[in-house]
């Protein structure tokens, strides 16, 4: 019972992470378009974005049968995360002065999305701080994918059938998971002040949706995000379709994932048509799904763990998982409380 409430929680994150993706490439994409081309609006609409790019890119993607395929565009993923990062700092009218978007309604800013907006008040006492909490833990949340980043690292990928020593591996793998987790916080802590500091609490939840279609930095680095985000999809859906047939004690060869995998992609497409703030449905996976695998989950299977083993695991230990399985509820329920009211009744926090 406990397994499937886990893998529940699993599925249900990463198949909330897969919609977040749709949106984003949605977003991205329409932009692009209507920034570069001139044409009937339903064409160079998000969801004209979403179905073609769902079936001609994301599918075949999904449907790889190795992930060490994917890291000419993992590459350039995470040239588009440091393209944008460097973008969004040249962009920041606090850091550069002749910034055009220090001048609200100039004419370099046509396609605008949201005009820059502060000066608002924000009572301390407001929980909406939390839905940071919940982003964060989309942010920071890849385990559903260790295992299949392990075993393409101890293989060597495609180039060799030789695996390599476990020793060598895990070290291997130590040394990506802090340099990876180090460098998401470094550049997530630099985007959230740029964006932030550039359109105060106009900022969007995609935060490139904020600047102009006809500005060429953005166009490079929303072209750059979008290749990235394409090239995670297929490990978040892999994932998913784990998860999906694991709940249906379905046996998981590569018939019944491919078979999931449209299933799910179907599904998230035509969610993706209809749904369109991306903040939302990320801070309220984060809110629900993330904060009981970051924090509540690990933890429990900790102290059930290390019941009978008590004399090897102090106090201060156990007492701190306690506490961050509280602080995993409250998140929760708190979190995804305060992501609907923020997006459907902002003026009830203020």
Excluded at 77 to 97: E, N
Aim: charged share 10%; with cysteine.
């Amino acid at each position: 019972t406990k397994s499937k409430i886990v893998s529940v929680m699993s599925f249900l994150f990463c198949f909330g992470g897969c919609l977040a993706y749709s949106l984003v490439i949605g977003d991205i994409f329409s932009s692009l378009l209507r920034g570069s081309l001139t044409g009937p609006s339903w064409l160079l609409s998000r969801q004209a974005s979403i179905l073609a790019l769902t079936v001609s890119v994301i599918y075949p993607l999904c449907n790889l049968k190795s992930l060490a395929a994917l890291a000419p565009v993992s590459i350039l993923g995470v040239i588009g995360t440091l393209v944008t990062t460097a973008f969004m700092a040249l962009r920041c009218p606090s850091l550069i002065s002749s910034s055009p978007y220090a001048v609200p309604n100039a004419g370099f800013l046509k396609g605008l999305a949201q005009q820059p907006l502060f000066s608002t008040y924000s009572r301390v006492q407001s929980p909406a701080p939390l839905v940071l909490v919940a982003l964060s833990c989309i942010a920071f949340m890849a385990h559903f994918s260790s295992p299949d980043f392990y075993h393409a690292m101890k293989q060597g990928g495609e180039k060799t059938s030789e695996e390599k020593p476990k020793d060598s591996t895990l070290s291997d793998f130590h040394k990506v998971t802090v340099v990876g987790y180090s460098t998401v916080t470094l550049l997530n802590v630099l985007t959230l002040v740029f964006g932030f500091l550039t359109f105060g609490a106009g900022s969007l939840g995609n935060i490139l949706s904020n600047y102009s279609t006809r500005d060429v930095g953005a166009i490079l680095a929303r072209l750059l995000t979008g290749i990235g985000v394409i090239g995670a999809y297929p490990i978040v859906m892999k994932a998913c379709a784990k998860a999906a047939l694991e709940l249906g004690n379905v046996k998981d060869n590569r018939r019944n994932e491919l078979r999931a995998t449209v299933g799910l992609l179907a599904a998230l497409t035509a969610i993706s048509l209809v749904v369109k703030d991306v903040g939302f449905v990320a801070s309220l996976n984060g809110a629900i799904m993330g904060s009981n695998l970051v924090y509540t989950v690990p933890c429990i299977l900790f102290l059930k763990h290390t019941q009978s083993k008590r004399s090897q695991f102090s106090k201060l230990e156990r007492g701190l998982c306690r506490g961050l399985i509280g602080f995993g509820f409250v998140s929760m329920i708190v979190g995804g409380a305060t992501s609907v009211i923020c997006t459907f009744f902002p003026h009830l926090i203020g």
